[in-house]
């Protein structure tokens, strides 16, 4: 029955050696060509879709900075028109002073214009009382 054992343990013990692989003639180029194919096989595609989407992504960056560009310059030009809007209300308040200036020219002209005709007047009145005196004391 020893023998039997021993037998038993010897087969037993057999199959948990494995089994001896052949070397096979493969060079490290030839791996690591293989190796690069598999990264790249597995690697390829979705750094593509990356890069994609990255080229998409530059795009539209290029499109909001010529939109932001175009806004500013309307910003600007809205300052510059508030600037000139100063100068439209300035121009204006002067435009109002003036007007109110020659208002007054006219009115002071027509006061003077009365007053001279009145004048005048008075000075035709005094000349007739004088004349009328003159008369009457002879």
């Given at each position: 029955?020893?023998?039997?054992?021993?037998e038993?343990a010897?087969?037993?013990?057999?199959?948990?050696?494995?089994?001896?692989?052949?070397a096979?003639p493969m060079?490290?180029?030839?791996?690591?060509?293989?190796?690069?194919?598999?990264l790249?096989s597995?690697?390829?595609?979705?750094?593509?879709?990356?890069?994609?989407?990255?080229c998409?992504?530059?795009?539209k960056?290029e499109?909001?900075i010529?939109q932001m560009?175009?806004?500013?310059?309307?910003?600007?030009?809205?300052?510059?028109?508030i600037?000139?809007n100063?100068?439209?209300?300035?121009?204006?308040?002067?435009?109002?002073?003036l007007v109110?200036m020659?208002?007054?020219i006219?009115?002071?002209?027509e006061r003077t214009?009365?007053?001279?005709?009145?004048?005048?007047k008075?000075?035709?009145?005094?000349?007739k009382?004088?004349l009328?005196e003159?008369?009457?004391?002879?």
């Amino acid at each position: 029955m020893m023998t039997d054992i021993g037998e038993e343990a010897a087969a037993i013990d057999a199959p948990c050696q494995e089994p001896a692989i052949k070397a096979s003639p493969m060079t490290a180029s030839s791996v690591s060509a293989k190796l690069t194919e598999g990264l790249l096989s597995i690697y390829q595609k979705p750094l593509e879709h990356v890069r994609q989407e990255l080229c998409d992504l530059t795009l539209k960056q290029e499109k909001c900075i010529v939109q932001m560009q175009t806004e500013n310059k309307k910003l600007c030009d809205v300052e510059e028109d508030i600037e000139l809007n100063d100068l439209i209300s300035t121009v204006e308040t002067y435009h109002e002073k003036l007007v109110n200036m020659k208002k007054e020219i006219l009115t002071i002209h027509e006061r003077t214009f009365k007053l001279k005709k009145r004048a005048l007047k008075v000075l035709q009145n005094k000349q007739k009382s004088s004349l009328h005196e003159e008369q009457n004391r002879e």
